[in-house]
């Protein structure tokens, strides 16, 4: 990619825009089936990138979850059961009576039609996808991340911004501080306090992020800050507040849950960053007009515009025509 080329790149957490979908667009196919999550995906991905105007598109899959977290901590996320896509890649996947996977699944199919690079690898997390390819591939780029996951706030920089798809704007390193007085890159060390009660990430009881903006202002500092600076400093003035004393009878696990939200890639195993650097390495997109037709009729959509979804992405680079298989 042309490093001069300053229009963005869109990074989209997929699971969590086709969640949001399927419960935003309540639409019927003439099968009878609800349709809202697929549809809906589809008619946000195109109204995001005419407004954008991106050159490249990264669909970051969910990948049955973070095995490397799991080992860290079975509990994370027991609340939560992740899709598995283990066979995104072929044409074997199942139907299911459940009418959200079967959307899924059609969803995946009809997006191997578009001019996108969906991005998929076992027993990860998208987020551990996204912040990969921030931190390697994108790392000089525009990146615009289209998510409504706070847990993606720690990635925000000067060339890096969020658009949240529930409240249709944009998010800001600045608009980080201004809500919760701590720089965004430190954003994992106060998460790691605090814990996640969505991920089933125990916290400090009773520490939100006011309160941690108060005790460790330095967090809200453009200084660089690691958690142990955040653990000494605790220690240094244990007897100030009950909760200095508390992260120091409880070090162990705020390092634990550090190690549980902080996103850079890390967590990924060579097979894994081997996996993803090839599907970007070979991506080429292409526009499949009849392949996506064929698919709609499939799953009895007939009210779909498909000519204005692809003029949505004439903004791509390089785009092909034809099948993928082609």
Known sequence: MDNKDQRPVIVCDCMNAFVRAYSAYPQMSSHGHQAGGTIGFLKTLRKVVFEQQPKIVYLAWEGGGSASRRSLYPEYKMNRKPEKLNRFYGDDIPDSEDNK????????????????????????????????????????????????????????????????????????????????????????????????????????????????????????????????????????????????????????????????????????????????????????PKIDKIGLVKQLIKEGIGDFDVDGFFYAFNCIDNVEYGSRND
């Open 101 to 284: 996977k079967h959307q899924l699944i059609a969803l995946l199919s009809m997006l191997k039609t578009v001019p996108v690079c969906q991005i998929y690898t076992p027993n990860c997390e998208g987020d551990d996808v996204i912040a990969y390819l921030c931190n390697t591939h994108l790392k000089n780029e525009q990146v615009n991340i289209v998510s409504s996951d706070k847990d993606l706030y720690q990635l925000l920089n000067p060339t890096t911004k969020i658009y949240n798809l529930h409240k249709k704007t944009f998010v800001l390193e600045e608009d980080i501080f201004s809500e919760y007085k701590i720089q965004a890159k430190h954003f994992a060390i106060a998460k790691a306090l605090c814990g996640d009660p969505g991920d089933n990430v125990p916290g400090i009881k009773g520490l939100g992020f006011k309160t941690v903006a108060k005790l460790y202002p330095f967090l809200g500092s453009e200084n660089e800050v690691i958690l142990q600076d955040v653990l000494d400093y605790a220690a240094s003035h244990i007897t100030e507040s009950k909760f200095h004393r508390m992260i120091v009878e409880q070090q162990d696990d705020v390092k634990r849950n550090w190690k549980l939200v902080f996103l850079d890639g890390s967590l990924l195993s060579h097979h894994q960053t081997s996996q993803i650097d090839h599907l970007v390495n070979t991506f080429k």
